[in-house]
């Protein structure tokens, strides 16, 4: 655990019964760190264990084998399955649907007290005055605070939903598919939002979408997840312009990009095939049964995720013979605003 | 040739005697085989624009006025039985969510082919032929089984893939597809995608293609309209709006969205809210939002005017230089 | 092949729900003031005889050795013998049976023939006169007690108009047809509640449906609203329809108790109303033995018929 740590998960698997006797393991001995003050985007489709991994970091599900190490000191492992509220103070989550996350018979000011509330520690007369500086850090004012969730848009339901994950002060903040409900310019709002407060708060946020676009824009590193398991790790730069692993490719050239024909990449991947289910995954290296790249090897080896130079790290068996291409320049450039 | 013509279409929903006028004046225009896109947020009402030209509303509760001629026929007034000839056969729908869109009692097979001999009436071993054809042309992978199964047994890019079959099986000249990859991963998302384009470009149907996701746009279609608070406020080929939008609305929507290498930067917004739909207007409805508006902006009938190849609804079109997708 | 297995595992599980069923009501028996010898002697006999008797007939031993005894002679087909007349029960049970099973079908016909139309038709016309006319109606359809809704009809076909008898029915195997005139009443009287319940139920399902995505899509597809309300909205409301049906058999058979009382008919539902008055515990056990037999019987079949209706459930 070195000092820029927050917490780092070690060969980390949650698996759920199905049935009588099958077990799905939605992840599956993943290892990743989150470091102090940065925002770490999590990525995946569906059956990608990306919210199963966050709930088990919250400590909603109870992980079945690894271990979760904080800094402060605190581990958690399959044998001390009691889901301590100091976890729960410690890491927030914010989910997708702004709407069901909000009573609808509280107005706002209570929802966002209510952490408070449950947690204790903090007296009573102090509460309020909590949530509303925490309300007033969104954006939202105190007559606001008053309405109820039904008297809100949906943008300002969700920035009601981070104010109450953040009056506890956590160390952690969960983005659960929080703009995905959104509409693009208020998911913008919100990106901009949460960006504002890592860097007022140093909260370390970890972000979690199946929109490649906005975790590339939001994150300071990205984890790649693929059935349950991490196949890539880098920064979002680099990870941008020179993916490692083919997954990732594929789905930097699945992303549509907003630009005119003569900017959109030349040949787009196009996967074959459904993503697998999680209860029986393929073989080997989940990823070779749609991947073009697959030789015989890769139904048989399971790759381990290996370190390459900096902060990078993938798990391919090709990954050095590998040249995979990432988005264009033309499009990874900045724009630069420009009104008259 | 232009297939479908649609001029000041405008639809109004009324509760008691509260009207909502939730599509206003829009007008568009498709050519066979042409891929055209309607963008807007939700609110914006685009898909009410798609379910007029379906005539899927209630008519109890809708009122519809203006034009829409199809292959010229009118379908604006078109008395229920002759909308439901020219459904699923001339034009037909594609809609967002696969998980709730097929008949859960019902094998896909039956579906498809209870589709196949309403218009094209085939005995029925031969809209059974047809119906396995088509789901392998989709990409369903064995066909002749899969014919006998239920929605619930596949996986929602499977469902939307027997959607697109459903849309596409009497070789419709329009398909509106509304939102059709927005429920599914982005990986099937990009398989629907080049499915829309292949299947279309070989049945020559053209697709009105409803979606919030001007990336989608870009990836599929020649041209576009972009609609805000029920109206059309830009249109265009793609490369244009995209490279030089004309409309404010348009230009903040691009600016909002994020993009790979733009970490650490804010992303531009738009303040303000959607208006609600149905609701009434002075002036200009994108105004009161607007980084560039004036007082006159708020006053009178705002109109579409041409301007490149397109249109542009905005009195200071001519003057503003925005910023665009590059 | 797993069809089977689904019948065997509720055949068994039909076991223990039996067992609750008789064992309740041979409890409550017992806690019935008098018993059957008494009520055999009669008013006039000893302490003595009345001794005897009991001894005779058993009702000495412990509660839960006479419930042994009987229970497992019922599993066996032997549902023992009446204390009053000596006679064999399951004879006189099936002799009665197919009066009873008259009426309840009767009735099962008219309720499914008259709610389920009435039913898609007010879902069709969901919201306005029509549709709030017909809910008035089933609501006091729900409301009125079948029984009370008999002696109506007995007033006035029966009694008045001379059409139907008012009571006594004849022997469904001896006399079909004259069966089939005396069950008339009782049937409509039972049915006519019945229809008001199905209707209902059938009116909500069919309404979720005809605002569900999938019937967009069969519009999208331009078929005609008959094709989309009578086969496909109406076949997924059948799971609904098919539970609501097998609560309704259910009530028919618990009913008979009330309408072959009102119409004096003698089905099975007299035939324990007598038994309970002479204290014949033997014969109101056997009565509740097929009853709750038969009601399982129906569930079963509506277990069933949810599988071959809804292909998520197999």
């Known amino acids: ?340 | 040739m232009t297939l479908l013509d649609v001029r000041d279409l405008s639809v109004t929903f009324w509760s008691g005697t509260q009207p909502s006028p939730v599509v206003t004046d829009v007008s568009l225009s498709i050519g066979e085989g042409e891929i055209v896109g309607l963008v807007g947020e939700s609110g914006s009402g685009k898909s009410v624009t798609g379910l007029a030209l379906m005539g899927l509303h209630d008519p109890r509760v809708t009122e519809i006025r203006g034009s829409a001629v199809l292959d010229g026929r009118q379908l604006v007034g078109m008395p229920e039985r002759g909308l439901r000839k020219l459904r699923g056969s001339s034009i037909s729908m594609i809609f967002q969510e696969p998980m709730t869109a097929l008949d859960p009692v019902d094998t896909i097979g039956s579906q498809l082919t209870e589709t196949i001999r309403t218009h094209l009436r085939l005995p029925h071993a031969a809209a059974r032929d047809r119906a396995v054809e088509l789901l392998e042309r989709v990409g369903i992978g064995d066909a002749e089984r899969r014919f006998s199964a239920y929605p619930f047994q596949l996986s929602g890019g499977m469902r939307q893939r027997v959607v697109f079959a459903l849309a596409l099986a009497c070789r419709p000249r329009l398909v509106i597809a509304d939102e059709p990859t927005t429920a599914v991963d982005v990986t099937i998302q990009a398989q629907l995608l080049r499915l829309l384009t292949d299947l279309t470009e070989e049945v020559g149907t053209a697709v009105l293609l409803i979606t919030h996701d001007l990336g989608v746009v870009a990836e599929v279609c020649q041209r576009m309209y972009t609609m805000y608070g029920g109206r059309v406020v830009e249109s265009g080929s793609v490369d244009s709006v995209l490279e030089v939008p004309k409309h404010p609305y348009t230009a903040g929507l691009l600016g909002s969205i994020p993009r790979a290498g733009g970490e650490g930067q804010r992303l531009a917004t738009i303040p303000g809210r959607v208006p609600r739909p149905g609701s009434i207007h002075e002036g200009c409805i994108f105004e009161p939002r607007c980084a560039f508006s004036l007082p006159e902006c708020a006053v009178g009938e705002i109109p579409l005017e041409p301007m490149g190849d397109g249109a542009v609804r905005c009195i200071r079109a001519s003057e503003l230089t925005l910023a665009g997708a590059l | 092949m797993r069809i089977l297995k689904v019948i065997g595992g509720r055949l068994l599980s039909m076991v223990p729900t039996l067992i609750l069923a008789t064992l309740v009501v041979f409890a409550l028996q017992r806690l019935i003031p008098g018993d059957a010898a008494n009520a055999i002697a009669g008013e006039y006999a000893t302490a003595e005889q009345v001794a005897l008797i009991r001894e005779r007939l058993g009702l000495n031993q412990p509660f839960l050795l006479q419930y042994w005894n009987w229970v497992t002679g019922a599993f066996s087909g032997n549902l023992g013998s009446s204390l009053h007349t000596g006679e064999p029960i399951l004879p006189l049970i099936l002799d009665r049976l197919p009066t009873t099973a008259l009426v309840a079908t009767g009735a099962l016909l008219i309720a499914v023939m008259i709610g389920v139309p009435f039913g898609v038709w007010a879902a069709s016309n969901a919201g306005t006169r029509i549709d709030r006319f017909f809910t008035g109606i089933t609501t006091v359809g729900i409301a009125v007690p079948n029984f009370w809704l008999g002696m109506l009809l007995v007033l006035l076909f029966a009694t008045t108009l001379h059409l139907f008898p008012a009571t006594g029915g004849a022997d469904p195997i001896r006399d079909p047809l004259g069966a089939l005139h005396s069950a008339v009443l009782p049937s409509i009287a039972l049915g006519a509640v019945g229809a008001a319940e199905i209707g209902r139920q059938v009116r909500s399902a069919m309404i979720e449906n005809l605002q569900a995505d999938f019937v967009r899509t069969h519009r999208a597809k331009g078929l005609s609203q008959g094709v989309i309300v009578w086969r496909h909205a109406l076949k997924n409301s059948s799971l609904p329809l098919a539970t609501v049906i097998g609560l309704q058999v259910g009530t028919f058979l618990g009913s008979a108790v009330a309408i072959e009382s009102v119409f004096g008919l003698s089905g099975i539902g007299s035939l324990v109303v007598t038994a309970t008055n002479q204290r014949d515990y033997p014969v109101i056990q056997g009565v509740v033995f097929v009853l709750a037999l038969l009601v399982l019987a129906a569930t079963l079949i509506v277990d069933i018929a949810y599988r071959i209706l809804d292909p998520r459930i197999r």
Not at chain 1, 26 to 45: C, H
Not at chain 1, 111 to 138: F, I, N, T, Y
């Open chain 1, 1 to 340: 655990m070195t000092a820029a740590q927050l917490v780092s998960l070690e060969g980390v698997s949650v698996s759920f019964r199905v049935g009588w006797k099958r077990r799905v393991a939605a992840v599956n001995e993943v290892s990743v760190e989150l470091r102090k003050g940065e925002i770490f985007g999590l990525i995946g489709e569906s059956g990608s264990g990306k919210s199963t991994l966050a709930r088990a970091l919250v400590g909603l599900v109870p992980i079945s084998a690894g271990r979760v190490s904080w800094a402060d000191g605190r581990t958690v492992t399959p044998e001390a399955r009691s889901r301590t509220t100091a976890t729960q103070t410690r890491s927030q989550m914010v989910f997708q649907d702004p709407h069901s996350a909000l009573d609808p018979r509280r107005t706002i000011l209570q929802s966002v007290r209510e952490p408070l509330d449950v947690q204790g520690g903090v007296p009573h007369a102090e509460r309020s005055a909590r949530a509303l500086e925490k309300l007033e850090l969104v954006g939202l004012t105190a007559e606001q605070g008053r309405r109820y969730p039904h008297q809100l848009s949906g943008g300002q339901k969700q920035r009601a939903n981070i104010a109450r994950a953040l009056v506890t002060d956590p160390e952690l903040l969960i983005c659960d598919e929080s703009v995905a409900a959104l509409d693009v310019a208020l998911q913008a709002e919100i990106l901009n939002l949460i960006q504002d407060l890592r860097d007022r708060l140093g909260v370390t946020v970890l972000f979690i979408s199946h929109d490649l676009s906005v975790v590339a824009h939001i994150a300071t590193r990205i984890g790649v997840m693929y059935l349950g398991e991490v196949v890539e790790v880098g920064t979002a730069a680099e990870l941008a312009a020179r993916p490692l692993h083919p997954y990732t490719e594929a789905l930097l050239s699945a992303q549509p990009m907003p630009v005119p024909s003569w900017a959109q990449p030349r040949d787009r991947i196009v996967l074959s095939g459904d993503i697998p289910s999680p209860i029986s995954p393929p073989s080997g290296c989940r990823f070779h049964t749609r991947c073009q790249y697959a030789v015989e090897g890769c139904s048989i080896v399971h790759p381990e995720r290996d370190s390459r130079d900096g902060d990078r790290s993938v798990a391919c068996i090709r990954a050095d013979e590998l040249v995979l291409s990432g988005v264009p320049v033309t499009i990874l450039r900045p724009r630069i605003e420009e009104v008259r």
